[in-house]
């Protein structure tokens, strides 16, 4: 019986799912390079945000994909088709171990940890637009990836004032916030003239220097805050209203407006947060709290854009 790999497939097989290619030409060892070679592609892409580096690893991977698909091609026609295709090498092997990693990937990104794009400048200085982030899940009960849920527990991992967190919107869960955790449940929050109090004590630092804006290229009044060990800067437009008006929706009971002051009491099993970017950011003060089921996970890793 022939069972020689037909060339067109090893080609396709090589430039969109190069391990594969290999495994259907029977080179195992080459499948594991073009593994790991794919994995550090896309990782050295990660850590290296922009749009700039975007172009050129776009480019790295479509020749990466020629490469293998060219490899994986000539390894075909070497092959004799002489002996027994071995169970990799067959069409259920393949598809078995295509859906092995379609899962494990799943798994790793649903319960440990999850990359996100940060999706405004709300949260600049410290979150700049563009940035790539890594949420970690586990502990937080929202077990969600590619928009599949392979389940949900409560938060059973400690979340601390100042922790950047990201959620699901509460008006429209299919959008992703990233803010700054600043109320806790029982928590009494006003907001007033620009500055925050947490329980009676007034947060905002006197101001530290200044910000510039890479993408507006305005300049912002830059300020420390500190939750409890935590420390960090926020930013401020100087010339900008202190009271959002008409932005603000209709905010839970717990919250009050009065003389362009916001009083919030964070009721159980909900967070209030805040952008950095103060005077830029929907957030709590404009739609209420947060549920703690909508929680996604906290930021441990902030990777800039580049340039």
Partial sequence: MNTKPKKWIAAVLGFVAAPLGFLYVR??????????VGFAVGIVNFMIPGSDSNLLFSLISVGVGVTWAVFAYKLAGRHSGDGVRPWYARWYGLAGLFVALLVTTAIFRAFLFEPFRAPSSSMMPNVPLGSNLIVKKWGYGH??????SLGSAPISAPLERGDIVAFDYPRDPTQTYVKRLIGLPGDKIVYRDKRLQLNGVDVLGPKS???L????LIYYARHQEKLGKVSYDIVLVDNAPAWFGDEVYKLPKQCSIEHETIQCEVPPGSYFVLGDNRDNSADSRIWGFVPAKSVIGKVVQVIPPRG
């Fill in 27 to 36: 080179a195992p060892r080459w499948a594991g390079i073009s593994l790991v």
């Fill in 143 to 148: 077990y969600n990836t590619f928009k599949i």
């Fill in 209 to 211: 220097g200044e910000y």
């Fill in 213 to 216: 804006d890479p993408e507006k």
